[in-house]
């Protein structure tokens, strides 16, 4: 089963002593004797890595300790891992000794350290027993008190608050990471719900005293992956140890939420992402809550050498289990050449999934990259626009534009980050960064998009009320010649913020009405903004003239503003219309089963029903249909 102990297997640290600094002592003065004979030897041990000073009186006592714990865990074949767990373990103790006040580890220290570790001595009768599972969970439930709350800087990821609501509460911290998480995710309905979340991370933030000397809590379980256990990084398996539900249930639940909705799928990325991996043998046994001793790391080993019997279900378990169970068995009685090929259909949608976020990521990286040389004048930006919006009239008419463009960017890059990081993970099944790290890139991303949203909530206000006036043109009916209506190409270019509709109506002149529309703070801003807009008509004998857009005042602010003109035509007037009046054109040819290709060189009227109707065009019987569909729809609208 095991090995003798050899000089291999004893405790991997180095003693260095070192005497305290001895001063001259003045004759006529007893304090430097008084000092020379309370200060002790100082040793400087290597435990895990890590530089300890410890008294001389504490050495000796926690030496033979380290060696009786070598000598015992020599007869197990892992025993490097066990010894290189236990030291970790020790260190970690240590650590919490050591404060700015305090960076001596002392007799009491060592003392405290068997107190909590146990002794060999204390169970080597029992080591060759069978395992029992020690219960001891109604004693912590007892004598389980919420604690004062405080920030816990020692385990922090973004300034301590989920850690130190999570030690207060006596759960794992990253429970309370990923509320925080839903509730920071719920911008995606309102940003009010990120502006509340965030507002109360930061006031924790703020009103919490911080606190790096939390001790450990030995029986509080840690979430880890157990891809051991697991399928798929270990999720699962994971989730099933801390709840002490079946591995086979939880799986189904995340088959089915994630067909039946979608969120399982990005719940488990998420959890695959920020959970650490239950790698070493004291990591396991928090995964399972167990209190890390000497006992209970022997008895770890034996549970992996022997298994202990599964305890009994209950009835209504076992039926509430049972279709379950009888999925998963006909799953494993799947044919090897059908699990090979669900075996490569996974593998392929994991690759073709990585490739795909890594092109999302890199198209975000040249979008950004792309802006970024327009700001800084490497690139031509007089013809860019966005959504048809000059870019230097966009830039004059946001506030804060600076700001919110900075922050849309850093989100912009963050996200692209984030997406690179998880898609080279999915592509080479490795995490290429810690944890640690991709909580502090979530919580600047968090911070980047609630900037981003404050900023766009301010831009909003400038928008929130419309006014609107309008204008009524009258123009005379051509005599003896056919009315022509055209457009030139003039006022804002390339804007698509006019349109014009054709009607027919009872009268003898050309009515045209003009409704000029924009965006303000309030009814009387969004008015003014309105009147910034000229737009011209002109008459030019039987010809009338439409430009293509209407203009902007000089230093005019955009507000979303538009034009929509109705130009009323006596009934059996006849006209004609070139086809470049169809980029304004609204309305008009669609509902009578007309399109823009009948525009040219054709003649039309609007008969005395409102209705109209091209004399000139040939017969085609998909425009009649075309006609009756647009007629039965008006019928139901």
Known sequence: MGTPPTQQNR?????????????????????????????????????????????????????????????????????REIIADIENRIAEIFQEKINPQKQVITLVDVQDLMTQMGSVEDFQAMADDDYQQPSASQANEATRKVKQLFRDTRRAVLGGVAAGIGYALRIDPIWIRLLFILSFLGFLLSPFSLVFSLGAYLLLWVMLKGRNDLEDEPDVKKFYRSPEDGILAGVAAGLSKYWNVDETLVRILFIISSVFGGFGIAIYIILWAFTPEAKTITERMQMEGEPITLENIAEAIKRGLKMEPEAEEGFWLKLFLAPFRLLALILEQISP???????????????????????????????????ILFFLGWLPKENVRVDEIPLDMLYASIPNFSSLATSGGITLLLLAVGLGILGLNLLFKTRLVSATYLWALFGFLLFSVSATAVLGFIVKQEFNYQGEYQKQLSFASPQGTTLLLKVREAGQPRFSGTSLQLKGYQGTNL????????????????????????????????????????SFAPKALYRDQRLRMTLYIPYEMPFRMEENLAEILRDTLYKFGYRRRDMKDNLWKFNTQGELVCLTCPPDERRERRREREKEWKKHK
């Open 11 to 79: 405790p991997r640290f180095r003693a260095k002593t070192t005497q305290p600094l001895k001063p001259k002592p003045d004759s006529n003065s007893k304090v430097f004797i008084l000092f020379l004979l309370i200060m002790k030897r100082n040793i400087s041990i290597n435990i895990s890595g890590i530089i300890f000073y410890i008294e001389e009186d504490g050495f000796d006592l926690l030496q033979p300790y380290l060696e009786s714990i070598a000598k015992y865990f020599a007869r197990f074949d892992d025993s």
């Open 511 to 550: 009515q045209l009405v003009q409704v000029y529309s924009a965006a303000g703070r309030d009814a009387e801003d969004a008015l003014n903004h309105a009147h910034e807009m000229s737009y011209q008509v002109s008459q030019q004998d039987s010809v009338l003239v439409f430009d293509r857009n209407f």
């Open 337 to 371: 050449g059908m699990r090979r090929v669900l075996r490569f259909g996974v593998e392929l949608g994991r690759v073709l999934g990585a490739l795909v976020i890594l092109l999302i990521s890199g198209t975000l990286f040249f979008a950004l990259g792309t802006v």
